[in-house]
């Protein structure tokens, strides 16, 4: 990575630390409690890692998810693939046969 590009993820770091630990306050007003500062900072700790935990969950379900349903649109495309070149079709996406002038 260039310097540009780590500034660029750093910044991205940065963001992303900010708006955690402001959802975490958000949670904190929300569940109503009154916390001294040392079991603020230790519920907004356990609030990030769990969101953590739960996002990286989420990510992992939606790829598989996104695998199992990628399968068949493959296998539907080879098939459709197969049929057009057993056609006689060059494969050609324009549905025009490429090596046949007009006249």
């Given at each position: 990575?260039?310097?540009?590009?780590?500034?660029?993820?750093?910044?991205q770091?940065?963001?992303?630390?900010?708006?955690?630990?402001?959802?975490?306050?958000?949670?904190?007003?929300?569940?109503?409690?009154?916390?001294?500062?040392?079991?603020?900072?230790?519920?907004?700790?356990?609030?990030?890692?769990?969101?953590?935990?739960?996002?990286?969950?989420?990510?992992?379900?939606?790829?598989?998810?996104?695998?199992?349903?990628?399968?068949?649109?493959?296998?539907?495309?080879?098939?459709?693939?197969?049929?057009?070149?057993g056609?006689?079709?060059?494969?050609?996406?324009s549905?025009?046969p490429?090596?046949?002038?007009?006249?």
């Amino acid at each position: 990575m260039n310097a540009e590009e780590r500034k660029a993820f750093r910044e991205q770091q940065q963001w992303r630390q900010l708006r955690l630990k402001r959802e975490a306050e958000a949670a904190i007003r929300e569940s109503g409690l009154q916390l001294e500062t040392e079991r603020r900072a230790q519920f907004e700790q356990r609030y990030i890692e769990e969101r953590r935990r739960i996002d990286q969950e989420l990510r992992r379900e939606l790829r598989e998810k996104r695998q199992r349903e990628l399968a068949p649109v493959v296998e539907k495309l080879k098939k459709e693939m197969s049929d057009k070149q057993g056609n006689g079709s060059s494969g050609n996406s324009s549905g025009s046969p490429s090596s046949s002038p007009k006249k």
